[in-house]
């Protein structure tokens, strides 16, 4: 049910106007972050409330956690419907009056289990002037014209295989020109791979290593040539987006599987997440690379993070300072020229979407539904603190259908109580992450040498190994066991909606996005 907030007719009517107005500058957000800069062009708002600023919300049908997009006065989205994400959507609005405008709608190719343990039309689509390409974790890929026609669809499974990912896949498409681009990182053949924009025909497709990775591609130019540019599983390297060769790498980057790289003119910035079991401080992989010296070697090293974690969100530059948030929302806001940290502040709540650069101004966005405002400075500035709900009584979905076991569905009421049916995604050996790990245990002695550890638990070794041994013994598999368990002891109660996924921005408007729920702030 589409609700709008409480104004009077003559305020919407002006406020209608005075969107009109504002908006017709500048309105595109056209790819996950923008593109990877996550910049806003344009002056945002800069206060709102669940009574004041909040232009337009309502309910989505389905289920998303990919970012909306924007292209001149529509906004789109996806979202998948149905308990076991029979139905994979995608919808236009109007900017302006929050009216769905259409609907593309299609049977899924490979229907799953819609639940807090796998990802729910994660990925982000992608706009240009002939039309929208989405992609989805059950390996369909879609194009459709502005009129919300289909132009080409695509199954990637059936062409390349099944995907093998406990927790789905997430990472969004990007695209120039002429072509989308898909990294495809899971347990089987993983690769990167061009579609032709108009045919949706492959161009080209090569290997990665496998792995699993939520980390998003971008398109960049690096001294006047177009270069696609991948950060995960350990290195960062570059493709040549005519053929797929590789013209750069760099390796050594230890958590790069969520965070996406960001390019700032010649600098990219790198974000990753704390290991398993690797110590604080250990691990150097938030850096700043420099691409204007690109020599037989690759890239420059120009600073590397000592402190810094990013785990969800990617990191962002704006002026002189660069900033990461970690998972339980510190910020780490270090100099843009040296990596010297200037300071860590708590958020005071975690932010799973990455933030947005206006101007002077960073907009942190917590899954909560608080965003805090700060002046891009070398000392904490705090400008303004929003919310969306109020935090007594948030908005539970309405009519999601969340698969919780045994065939039957709940609503979002009834989602949010008792889970007993659910497998603990880091529990024992019998399920979750240890059954993953004990699979490779080829002769059942409990003992898992190194040959039997897949690529997504390798990285782990060295960390857990205590003895040294080259393999994991069953005290090392036990602590492994207890690690996980604790790590992810409170993740069903933390991913319940509303949470806010993703966020796009336009001149005048921001566009946010919860599981089930649409909000236009002006």
């Known amino acids: 049910m589409k609700m709008k907030t409480n104004i009077s007719q003559t305020a919407f009517m002006a406020l209608l106007v005075s969107l009109n107005?504002?908006?017709?500058?500048?309105?595109?957000?056209?790819?996950?972050?923008?593109?990877?800069?996550?910049?806003?062009?344009?002056?945002?708002?800069?206060?709102?409330?669940?009574?004041?600023?909040?232009?337009?919300?309502?309910?989505l049908p389905g289920y998303g956690q990919?970012?909306?997009?924007?292209?001149?006065?529509?906004?789109?989205v996806t979202a998948v419907e149905g308990t076991q994400k029979e139905f994979c959507l995608v919808l236009c609005y109007d900017l302006i009056s929050g009216e769905e405008l259409w609907r593309y709608e299609f049977q899924s190719a490979n229907p799953?289990?819609?639940?807090?343990?796998?990802?729910?039309?994660?990925?982000?689509p992608t706009v240009d002037e002939r039309g929208l390409y989405a992609f989805f974790e059950t390996?369909?890929?879609?194009?459709?014209?502005?009129?919300?026609?289909?132009?080409?669809?695509?199954?990637?499974?059936?062409?390349?295989?099944?995907?093998?990912?406990?927790?789905?896949?997430?990472?969004?498409?990007?695209?120039?020109?002429?072509?989308?681009?898909?990294?495809?990182?899971?347990?089987?053949?993983?690769?990167?791979?061009?579609?032709?924009?108009?045919?949706?025909?492959?161009s080209w497709k090569v290997e990665r290593e496998s792995g699993s990775s939520w980390s998003s591609p971008i398109v960049a130019e690096v001294n006047g040539a177009e270069h696609l540019i991948v950060s995960s599983g350990g290195s960062v390297a570059a493709y040549n987006v005519q053929d797929g060769s590789q013209l750069w790498s760099l390796d050594g980057l230890d958590g790069n599987t969520v965070p996406s790289p960001t390019l700032v003119n010649s600098k990219l910035f790198i974000g990753a997440r704390l290991p398993e079991f690797a110590a604080e401080?250990?691990?150097?992989?938030?850096?700043?690379i420099d691409l204007s010296k690109l020599g037989a070697e690759g890239p420059e090293v120009l600073w590397r993070?000592?402190?810094?974690?990013?785990?969800?969100?990617?990191?962002?530059?704006?002026?002189?300072?660069?900033?990461?948030?970690?998972?339980?929302?510190?910020?780490?806001?270090?100099?843009?020229?040296?990596?010297?940290?200037?300071?860590?502040?708590?958020?005071?709540?975690?932010?799973?979407?990455?933030?947005?650069?206006?101007?002077?101004l960073v907009y942190f966005f917590g899954k909560d539904g608080k965003t805090q405002v700060l002046k891009a400075s070398s000392e904490y500035q705090l400008v303004a603190s929003n919310h969306l709900w109020d935090e007594s009584s948030p908005p539970k979905?309405?009519?999601?259908?969340?698969?919780?076991?045994?065939?039957?569905?709940h609503s979002g009421a009834g989602a949010e109580g008792g889970n007993a049916k659910r497998r603990d995604s880091g529990g024992g050996a019998g399920g979750g992450m240890m059954a993953a790990l004990m699979a490779g245990d080829a002769n059942g002695d409990g003992i898992l040498q190194a040959d039997e550890i897949s690529s997504d638990f390798k990285p782990m070794l060295a960390r857990v190994d205590t003895n040294q041994d080259?393999?994991?013994?069953?005290?090392?598999?036990?602590?492994?066991?207890?690690?996980?368990?604790?790590?992810?002891?409170?993740?069903?109660?933390?991913?319940?909606?509303?949470?806010?996924?993703?966020?796009?921005?336009?001149?005048?408007?921001?566009?946010?996005?919860?599981?089930?729920?649409?909000?236009?702030?002006?």
């Not at 062009?41 to 232009?55: F, K, S, V, Y």
């Not at 799953?112 to 982000?124: D, E, I, K, L, V």
């Open 66 to 76: 990919s970012t909306p997009i924007i292209l001149q006065d529509r906004v789109y």
């Open 470 to 522: 080259g393999s994991l013994d069953a005290d090392e598999i036990k602590a492994m066991a207890a690690s996980f368990a604790a790590r992810r002891a409170n993740s069903q109660a933390s991913a319940r909606d509303p949470i806010v996924y993703g966020v796009a921005a336009t001149q005048g408007a921001i566009i946010i996005r919860t599981g089930t729920r649409l909000y236009c702030i002006q």
């Open 397 to 409: 979905p309405e009519h999601y259908l969340e698969y919780v076991g045994g065939g039957h569905g």
């Open 305 to 360: 993070a000592e402190k810094a974690v990013s785990d969800y969100c990617s990191p962002v530059q704006v002026g002189n300072v660069t900033y990461f948030v970690n998972k339980g929302g510190l910020l780490y806001c270090v100099d843009s020229l040296s990596g010297k940290l200037h300071y860590v502040k708590r958020l005071g709540t975690d932010c799973w979407g990455t933030p947005i650069v206006a101007g002077d």
């Open 281 to 288: 401080g250990s691990v150097r992989s938030n850096c700043c």
């Open 112 to 124: 799953s289990p819609s639940n807090y343990m796998a990802s729910r039309a994660a990925p982000t």
């Open 21 to 59: 107005f504002g908006l017709a500058a500048h309105s595109e957000w056209t790819s996950f972050r923008s593109g990877g800069e996550s910049r806003a062009t344009g002056e945002l708002p800069l206060r709102w409330n669940p009574q004041e600023g909040i232009a337009w919300q309502f309910e």
């Open 139 to 202: 390996g369909d890929v879609l194009a459709v014209n502005l009129q919300g026609e289909k132009l080409w669809h695509r199954e990637l499974t059936a062409d390349y295989g099944k995907f093998d990912n406990n927790h789905g896949l997430g990472a969004s498409p990007t695209h120039n020109a002429t072509h989308v681009f898909l990294n495809i990182e899971h347990r089987g053949p993983s690769y990167l791979l061009a579609l032709d924009k108009l045919s949706g025909e492959t």
